[in-house]
T-cell receptor
Framework: QKEVEQNSGPLSVPEGAIASLNCTYS??????FFWYRQYSGKSPELIMS????GDKEDGRFTAQLNKASQYVSLLIRDSQPSDSATYLC???????????FGIGTKLQVIP | GAVVSQHPSWVICKSGTSVKIECRSL??????MFWYRQFPKQSLMLMAT?????????EQGVEKDKFLINHASLTLSTLTVTSAHPEDSSFYIC?????????????FGSGTRLTVV
């Protein structure tokens, strides 16, 4: 079983719609959870971080964490073509607190 | 905010030669540096973790004698790909963690595109 699982997509949504990205993880002891956006050929950039169960909102982005289900999601409201990118779910666990990434979900926002 | 400068951004080298990639934390002390590799259409794969002044801890399947990591100071870590082969061609990214939580505590460099010909 992969440590962090994501559907690779592509996920296509029309402009203005809500994009829902999902991620599951295997290590129950995981402590921190991040969503990164990566454009082709570029380094990842942090979108959201979440540490406790529930929702966390930042502008058009909402991260949701459910530790009992080992599930974390990212909602993007009013999706824009500029949101088209690969979204990486990252989970921190272990003594070294290493970050493990999912394969990423490619999002395409159609104008 | 925290910034990690990674150089070079791209490099082309001949098979059998060595390439050094540098990551510098510009405005914070990077106590831990993570080195990742990303092949096309794949996720970032952790290669090794290094703490300042200590030997790096390599992930399973990563050759420590081929990928030399040095983290001699709190602001500089280097990855040297020795005796490079075409299959080493990839996107290499460093990520630094400092003593305070900024940007989620992990700051990425801009990445290095390595092409071995």
């Amino acid at each position: 079983q992969k440590e962090v699982e994501q559907n690779s997509g592509p996920l296509s949504v029309p402009e203005g719609a809500i994009a829902s990205l999902n991620c599951t993880y295997s290590d129950r002891g995981s402590q921190s959870f991040f969503w990164y956006r990566q454009y082709s050929g570029k380094s990842p950039e942090l979108i959201m971080s979440i540490y406790s169960n529930g929702d966390k909102e930042d502008g058009r982005f909402t991260a949701q964490l459910n530790k009992a289900s080992q599930y974390v999601s990212l909602l993007i409201r009013d999706s824009q073509p500029s949101d088209s990118a690969t979204y990486l779910c990252a989970v921190v666990s272990g003594g070294y607190q290493k970050v493990t990434f999912g394969i990423g979900t490619k999002l395409q926002v159609i104008p | 905010g925290a910034v990690v400068s990674q150089h070079p951004s791209w490099v082309i080298c001949k098979s059998g030669t060595s390439v050094k990639i540098e990551c510098r934390s510009l405005d914070f002390q990077a106590t831990t540096m993570f080195w990742y590799r990303q092949f096309p259409k794949q996720s970032l794969m952790l290669m090794a973790t290094s703490n300042e002044g200590s030997k790096a801890t390599y992930e399973q399947g990563v050759e420590k004698d081929k990928f030399l990591i040095n983290h001699a100071s709190l602001t500089l870590s280097t990855l040297t790909v020795t005796s490079a082969h075409p299959e080493d061609s990839s996107f290499y990214i460093c990520s630094a963690r400092g003593t305070s939580a900024v940007a989620g505590g992990y700051t990425f460099g801009s990445g290095t595109r390595l092409t071995v010909v």
